[in-house]
């Protein structure tokens, strides 16, 4: 049967490619080039515009489980991501362009899938449809969907982090270290003393900042801009982006009182991501502000920080659990429109929407994944979260089902590891009832 997938990001990528290989002609509709957002800069499929990261490889983590489900669910998306990896310590973090030239060319490539350039305003009629347009969804179309879901549209800031160029770092100053030694010291570590922190932030402070357009439209807690996280008080950048904990300073054996971390953006290893710096100021005051960081005083920017406007709607009244519009049949949203947050969470939303579709197609009833997996229980937070209070989310373990009493011996466990030790464990536990349940699915559904 021919589909329609709109949007090649990431999850409209995996969508397209999960369809195409279960014996479906897709037509994959994608605006760019002839249309940019204010984010992008290529029109290659799953560019990647905020950072170029798909967060920690830790198997106990809510990525790590996620990412041994979409393992065994073939994802295109980790696939390519594995073949395109940089250094980042303990998380899976690509070579962005890389990434997206590999994903492009899989798509591409396959006989069944037939790329358009087009900006699309409304599904077509009697075609299988799946919007996965993004945050950054052209306004003729976020505005057909909110009419045909009979939902109001709802908004969030989010920002984009600079990029440095590696061999403006002044390397006597930034350490190479991995937080706590755990993995290859892979990041570039900007020490600050006290002194230089406080006048860090008194900068950041009276900095000038991008003019916001909707007053009203609120940030996305997960992704603060640096000097909004400031704003809260001058210590709240050292207990998050700015943590230096785990990160001892070769000069002194000690902690710093704060630090920046930079991750490494390409294979080439000549960009180096700001990590956590997302950041509305203004470009020259950025340069300024910056470059008053210790081993950065005469950074050179290729990208400098930005904001803009995302879109979701709002999935309790819109969504069931697989990502099919409600009130409207033939019709399923992915991606961060759908509203979850993340690279990797947007790529597992297309994977299951394109399961959710070839089950329709076969005439087969509707299977959600199961809560215990964590794509199923994400999914699942989208159908059944309370509507007055949604807001977009990444994968987190809170959001599986609770572990069966007796699972766990968390006196016993407390007193051989400590609270880590039961995080892992508990973390453990839920990888393990995730995958038996993932299993268990398969061989039932046959997707």
């Known amino acids: 049967m021919d589909m329609d997938v709109i949007g090649a990001g990431l999850a409209g990528a995996e969508a397209a490619w999960q369809l195409a290989v279960r014996g479906h002609r897709v037509r994959l509709r994608e605006m760019r080039p002839a249309r940019m957002t204010p984010a992008h800069q290529t029109d290659r499929a799953a560019e990647m515009v905020c950072s170029n990261s798909f967060k920690s490889d830790d198997p106990c983590s809510a990525t790590g489980i996620l990412k041994a489900e979409l393992k065994g669910l073939d994802s295109l998306i980790l696939r390519c991501a594995e073949a395109t990896r940089v250094p980042a310590g303990n998380s899976l973090a690509v070579d962005r362009a890389a990434f997206a030239d590999r994903v492009t060319a899989e798509l591409r490539g396959h006989p069944d899938i037939h ?11 009697g075609v299988p449809t799946l919007v996965a347009t993004g945050p950054l969804t052209a306004e003729p179309l976020a505005d057909w969907l909110a009419e045909v879901c009979g939902s109001e549209r709802l908004f969030f800031y989010d920002a984009i982090a600079p990029i440095v160029e590696r061999e403006s770092i002044d390397t006597g100053v930034a350490f190479m270290a991995a937080r706590y030694g755990k993995g290859d010291p892979d990041f570039f ?116 920080g930005s904001i803009h406007r995302n879109t979701y709607v709002k999935a309790p009244q819109v969504l069931d659990a697989t990502l099919a519009v409600r009130r409207v049949p033939g019709l399923w949203i992915g991606g961060q429109l759908s509203g979850v947050e993340g690279y990797l969470e947007s790529a597992a939303s297309g994977l299951a929407a394109a399961l959710s579709m070839h089950r329709a197609a076969a005439g087969s009833a509707p299977a959600p994944l199961p809560r215990e997996t964590m794509l199923g229980a994400l999914l699942h937070y989208l159908a059944h979260a309370s509507a007055k209070d949604f807001c977009p989310t990444n994968a987190m373990l809170g959001l599986l089902p609770p572990l069966a009493d007796g699972l766990l011996d968390h006196r016993a466990l407390k007193r051989a590891g400590g609270v880590r030790g039961l995080k892992a464990a508990k973390g453990g536990a839920h990888r393990e009832r995730a995958l038996a349940a993932l299993a268990a699915f398969l061989g039932e559904v046959r997707p």
């Open 115 to 125: 790329w358009v350039e087009d900006l699309v305003t409304r599904a077509e009629p």
């Open 189 to 304: 570590n900007c020490p600050l003393g006290r002194d230089e922190y406080e006048a860090f932030v008194t900068a950041l402070l009276a900095a000038p900042r991008a003019e916001l357009h909707d007053f009203d439209t609120p940030y996305f807690e997960a992704c603060l801009p640096i000097e909004v996280m400031a704003d809260r008080g001058r210590e709240t950048l050292r207990h998050g982006p700015m943590k230096p904990v785990g990160l001892d300073d070769p000069r002194t054996g000690r902690y710093p009182y704060a630090v920046v971390q930079l991750r490494q953006d390409n294979l080439a290893g000549d960009l180096f991501n700001m990590v956590g710096f997302q950041t509305r100021l203004a470009w020259g005051a950025q340069r300024e502000v910056f470059r008053l960081i210790p081993g950065l005083e005469r950074a050179e920017f290729v990208r400098l």
